[in-house]
């Protein structure tokens, strides 16, 4: 995300000041031993909590005055819906913290919808959520959606930005305020704070930058494995974003600056994924990595077969819907193993095998509206899913 120099300036003076609050004092600025009539003091844990929310209130107050909340209600409901089904559990169990605040910090979390095209959101101290209009839009499903609210929660519950200061012997303390900075604003600020890009390599360089994503993402899949939502979204919204940032440099993929995905985190989630007994079916969570049948363009009355939008084969006659279904079935089963290219073969009478299977076969009726032969339709359909075989294993990180 983008923000504009005023919610910098304001950041970068409420950051230095209210969050390092939580500093202890020094030795010699220590209180003195309570006597006996004093009262008990507070719960420090309730406190910082507290703090959390206060500053993560004014922060807020200043990012809907610099942009603009959405008004498409239907947005704002589902980021609503999910985001508190997602922080109910976040509030009811003790996670596992790789980085982080230790203790159950439980927080009233509030979800909003910003205008924009960028694909980003943010956490805010005290549970405060932002998602941007794009990345909705890019989500392809409620649990790729769910995956991205749950790695923000993470980021609060396991108050992240406070543990940052509290190691912040590791960096420049006169860095520290605007390496936060950077952080809201995706690495872009204005000219008033300076070299941003390069306070904010020297953040990932600590390690600290790091250790909070992958926090955040053990965080988000514990969430999402007591949750109703499909897991493997984390990772097939990681995949696919990675991916499109390498092909389409010029367009501002917030989050990924922000939150930068890694095969090494891919990896790990993937083998958390599989060692809670989950299976890794991106067809399920995701359109991008599933067969669909559509009616064809062109021909009347026959239907075809597509995945990522390249037709694989067309079914004819008036069996074709329950021929089309069967096949949809049997590639996504197909695709999600991510087999070799070699794995897919076409025989003379038509039948297309996938791993020694049959995935469908080619009837003269499908072959005749193609205007090809029995085999040469069949051989046809093998070359093209080897083709989207290899878009697959281009867009994924394929952890066989």
């Known amino acids: ?45 309730a406190e910082e909590l507290s703090r959390d929310a206060e500053i993560g209130k004014r922060y807020a107050a200043e990012v809907e005055k610099e942009f603009k909340v959405s008004k498409n209600a239907q947005y704002q409901e589902r980021v609503r819906r999910i985001g508190q089904e997602l922080a109910e559990i976040a509030n009811s169990i003790q996670p596992r913290v790789r980085w982080g605040d230790p203790r159950k910090n439980t927080f009233q979390y509030t979800f909003k919808v910003l ?53 912040q012997s590791k960096l420049q303390a006169i860095t520290l305020p605007m390496i936060l900075v950077a952080i ?98 991106r067809s399920k969570v995701t359109t991008t990595f599933r067969a669909i049948a559509q009616p064809s363009p062109k021909n009347e009355g026959v239907l075809e077969v597509r995945f990522n939008g390249a037709r694989l084969v067309s079914f004819a006659g008036p069996d074709a819907p329950e021929r089309a279904a069967r096949a949809c079935e049997r590639l996504n089963v197909f695709f999600d193993k991510v087999p070799e290219l070699f794995q897919v073969a076409a025989r003379d009478d038509g039948r297309v095998v996938g791993l020694g299977k049959e995935l469908f076969r080619i009837t003269p009726e499908d072959a005749a509206a193609t205007g090809q032969t029995v085999p040469e339709a069949a051989l046809a359909a093998a070359q093209a899913i080897k083709r989207s075989l290899y878009f697959l294993s281009y867009r994924i990180w394929d952890m066989r």
Do not use: C
Request: hydrophobic share 40%; glycine share 10%; charged share 20%.
């Open 115 to 167: 205008e924009g095209k960028d694909v980003n959101a943010f956490s805010l101290p005290g549970g405060y959520i932002y998602v941007y209009e794009g990345l909705i839009e890019y989500a392809e499903s409620d649990d790729e959606l769910a995956g991205v609210l749950a790695h923000e929660i993470a980021h609060a519950a396991f108050r992240h930005l406070a543990t940052l200061q509290r190691e």
């Open 1 to 45: 995300m983008n923000l504009r120099p005023l919610l910098a300036a304001v950041l970068l003076g409420a950051i230095s000041g209210a969050l390092f609050a939580d500093s202890p004092p020094p030795p010699e600025a220590a209180a003195p031993p309570p006597k006996a009539s004093d009262k008990p003091r507070p719960d420090p844990h």
């Open 184 to 281: 809201f604003s995706g690495g872009q600020a204005s000219g008033d704070v300076l070299m941003l890009g390069q306070l904010v390599g020297l953040a990932a360089g600590s390690g600290w930058s790091q250790q909070a994503e992958e926090a955040a993402d053990d965080g988000g899949l514990q969430y999402m494995l007591r949750s109703r939502y499909n897991p493997v979204g984390m990772l097939t919204f990681m995949e696919r974003l990675a991916v499109d940032e390498r092909n389409r440099p010029k367009i501002d993929w917030g989050i990924y600056r922000t939150h930068p995905p890694s095969r090494d985190r891919a990896i790990e989630l993937a083998n958390q994924i599989r060692a809670a007994g989950i299976p890794i079916e």
